[in-house]
Nanobody, 127 residues
Framework: QVQLVESGGGSVLAGGSLTLSCAVS????????LGWFRQAPGKEREGVAA???????SYADSVKGRFTISRDNAGNTLYLQMNSLNVDDTATYYC?????????????????????WGQGTQVTVSS
């Protein structure tokens, strides 16, 4: 059983920064690819960033240069550093785990390639 718990969401002014964390509970977690998704009200869930166990990563065009995904294999934690936030980044953010090589196969943004999901954390950016 794999459990993921997000934290770090909140409210921030445009131009500000937030760091999301996702605690992953699984003795084999280091073998999983991990990803961040987000869903805004009335919109479909979209992939934000993904990272494989060796550290290779991918990003949605909308967040490239602003967001950084990283993982602490020793601490079983996934991170998403978000800088230069704008109102379009407002959404519920979810972390997810996949048994696939989602980056090398360009599946980072495909929700159907992830088997385990967290409950989400809200990020609100105001102007």
């Amino acid at each position: 059983q794999v459990q993921l718990v997000e934290s770090g969401g909140g409210s921030v002014l445009a131009g500000g920064s937030l760091t999301l964390s996702c605690a992953v509970s699984a003795h084999t977690w280091r073998w999983f690819s991990l990803g961040w998704f987000r869903q805004a009200p009335g919109k479909e869930r979209e992939g934000v960033a993904a990272i494989e166990r060796d550290g290779r990563s991918s990003y949605a065009d909308s967040v490239k240069g602003r967001f950084t995904i990283s993982r602490d294999n020793a601490g079983n934690t996934l991170y998403l550093q978000m800088n230069s936030l704008n109102v379009d980044d407002t959404a519920t953010y979810y972390c997810a785990a996949s048994a696939y090589y989602v980056v090398r196969f360009s599946w980072g943004a495909r929700a159907d390639r992830y088997s385990y999901w967290g409950q989400g954390t809200q990020v609100t950016v105001s102007s």
